[in-house]
């Protein structure tokens, strides 16, 4: 038995089998497929796993981003089967399947995973993206950080009182989890942490806006956790605009519900849309650019390809499609990988993925975050608590978990930041949307 | 007398002193003069100090950018009587007495200190500053960084060997302390830390260089440290190349001795030029750029001037120009701030600057250092602790040196290094020599 399986095993890994991405998702699957010993190759356009729920801290300059980022290459170490490429992929070529990468280069394969994750999706106006940065690599958050960073500079020189005061006028768009993450850190980083440094300007004075345009903050979250989740914003002196639309955004300014107001930083954390590698599949997606897959995590209509994350739509048991969280990729992921490693094996059908709810959360600040899980419900201290024990225990490294958990501990007793940086390679131009993270 | 001394501190409070440059030299003269409550203003095209003597363990993917960082406003917020500005000086108009910032601000002084430290020098070969990138801010280093793990990457991908070992051969040019480190450093990650991370390459089979045009390693250390320094280099596997000069560098090739080379990366630690600042007070300089002063750090020549650090040249009483190192801007910065202070607050006369070398250390690789001071001269582990503990004891914040000291001790059980991360922002194009740094 044991022989047969082998003899199988050798048949079976003459297929080559491509993982596009690095996410939760794409490690997840190809740490599945190497331990089984299946000759897989990853590929990805950054060098490194980025820990996302984290990002926002580095754009509020509390962590720095090699805390939140680990190289794919060094997770994926111990298996000797898999091989990761940096490689940016331009096309997908179904009839030949084949990929195409940057610099003229391709990869033949038998067996696809799309992992390719999401991007920010700007509901048609793109030209919004130079102004209003969102949050997906850590070039991103580092990008964010300096503009947010240099517009309290740039207030500390200045001498027109109107002008300090657009300049310190902050505002995120977007209620879900990282939008209040975002409001809730550049409020705490005004009030506290910059506090004392400036002497032209009072930072406590920066207004912090947050705008959602449906009813409520943190919508996936019940009533209780959005009434708490604002109260506490408003404590903190976030102004919570819901109910609310964007109608423009340009250089300096923001028009909202019909009112333009000058504004010296614009952060977006609104519209999320699937890579647009998923497109290029040619299979069937959905508004937000995602590929369709059955409850094997196969892609509807073509043979052999999957997609999983932020780049599929899988919709549960219940008609529920399954919201765009890193616990959901990675089960997804390790559900794949397992279910493919054994149908290559031993033919075994490809079993169906079911999602466990390992619960939700969304921090607003110090001592301040809801959890929730089923009709579990935390706030406040102890969510915190929760919030930061999880977070810390899902770092990938050893390394990383014992030095973000020491920078906590520091920054929770000081207010302190220790990633307070400005430097030339983050203040880069104004571009467009980014084809892919 | 105390009130004597008061009412002759109102006076002389009304005195405009302006430092330019928040290096070790600038920090300590902000910091001096705010403690005798006296008004300042540090102006710096960055928000942040950096701990330059660790820039290269950042370019070599071993600490992260704000590891080595502290922001310019938080070391010196203490001092209520110091502003700090982020601002970027075009001019010096000593008949007006006013410094010209960019965005068309400027600021006026009475008193003015340069601490403008230095920036990269070429020899006069400018167009090699592209293909050869040095290291004097946290955006070079990331460069440095991004482009040394871009180089595995690539030959992973490559399937022509010629290519590969291309990709895999790396250049350091100049022999003195960064150049050591650099070359050990590159040794190690590629024998150490990569080896078991690639398929198709072996990481342990790149080739590093290092090539100082002089006849020894470490010249300003002792004949026996350079010898040491040499051998260690040698059994990590760095090439060194005395006695021989870089003629030219272009696209992926290096010319040393006649002999063309192609080359992956090449890494500047050669030349060293003064900031442009010092040209632009019109005073005299030194083929290097820098400011020529007197036993006080006052401009020869110019009146209320003053420049230290790597912006001046300072000659000690043995008639040898002080060399260019942290300690030395610190000392200078002391002093001077000290000297300032007692001369605005009790027309003291400004005293003479004597210099009190701490001792040279250079760091090979794990266990291997050098370090000497007049007679005592260390070499291997123990100058590698002495190094250590001296480096995390001198960097500015306490957090720092708790993270920085335990990111070390896992590094030398582990030989991982935290912060191996390519990042869009920091593949920047070619560009030019920098203004200043």
Redesign the interface.
């Known amino acids: 038995m044991a022989q047969a399986d082998t003899a199988h095993n050798a048949v079976q890994a003459g297929r080559r089998i491509v993982v596009i991405g690095g996410g939760f998702g794409g490690i997840e699957v190809a740490r599945e497929l190497g331990r089984a010993g299946l000759a897989v190759t990853l590929v990805d356009r ?3 796993h980025l820990f996302q729920p984290l990002l926002y801290q580095v754009a509020t300059s509390a962590l ?4 939140v ?1 680990e ?1 794919i ?2 997770i994926l ?1 111990p298996y ?1 089967s898999v ?5 940016d992929v331009t096309g997908i070529d179904l009839a030949s399947r084949t990929i195409a ?1 940057d ?1 003229g ?1 391709s990869l033949g394969f038998d067996i696809l995973v799309l992992a390719s994750g999401a991007s920010h999706g700007y509901f048609g106006h793109d030209e919004w993206a130079q102004h209003a940065p969102g949050l997906k ?3 991103d958050a ?2 964010v950080r300096a503009r947010t ?2 517009a309290f ?2 207030a ?2 200045e001498t027109d009182p109107a002008e300090q005061q657009r300049l310190m006028t902050m505002v995120v768009v977007g209620g879900g989890p990282t939008g209040v993450e975002l409001a809730g850190s550049l409020a705490e980083l005004s009030r506290y942490t ?1 506090a ?5 300007i009072r930072p406590q004075s920066a207004r912090v806006m947050l705008v959602e345009a449906g009813p409520r903050v943190l919508p996936a979250f019940s009533q209780a956790a959005s009434d708490f989740a604002r109260d506490r914003l408003e404590r903190l002196g976030v102004e919570v605009l819901t109910g609310t639309a964007v109608e423009d955004i340009g250089e300096g300014r923001i028009t909202i519900a019909g009112r333009e107001m000058p504004v010296g930083v614009v952060l977006w954390a609104a519209g999320v849309a699937a890579s647009p590698l998923a497109r290029m599949l040619g299979a069937e997606t959905d508004r937000a650019g995602r590929v369709l897959v059955d409850e094997t995590l196969a892609v509807r209509g073509l043979d052999g390809v999957f997609a999983l994350g932020d780049a599929a739509r899988f919709v549960d048991e219940a008609g529920n499609p399954l919201p765009g969280l890193a616990q959901v990729a990675k089960q997804q992921g390790r559900h794949l990988g397992r279910s493919l490693a054994r149908h290559l094996s031993s033919g075994e059908a490809l079993r169906p993925f079911h999602y466990r709810g390992r619960g939700n959360t969304a921090i607003i600040g110090r001592n301040a975050a809801v959890f929730e899980q089923g009709r579990l419900s935390l706030r406040g201290r102890l969510a915190w608590f929760a919030w930061a024990l999880i977070h810390v225990y899902l770092l990938v ?1 050893f ?2 978990r ?2 973000v958990s ?2 906590w501990l ?1 920054r929770y007793l000081t207010y ?1 930041r ?9 203040i ?1 131009p104004a571009r467009g949307v980014r084809a892919r993270d």
């Open positions: 950054q060098n490194h720095s981003a090699p805390d980022a190289p290459r060094r170490r000797e091989q990761v490429l940096l490689g990468l610099h280069a690599t850590l070039a580092r990008h960073l240099l500079e740039l500390e020189r910059l004392r440094d400036f002497r032209n490294g390394e990383h014992m030095l020491m920078q520091w302190e220790g990633a307070r940086l400005v430097t030339d390679d983050t880069r």
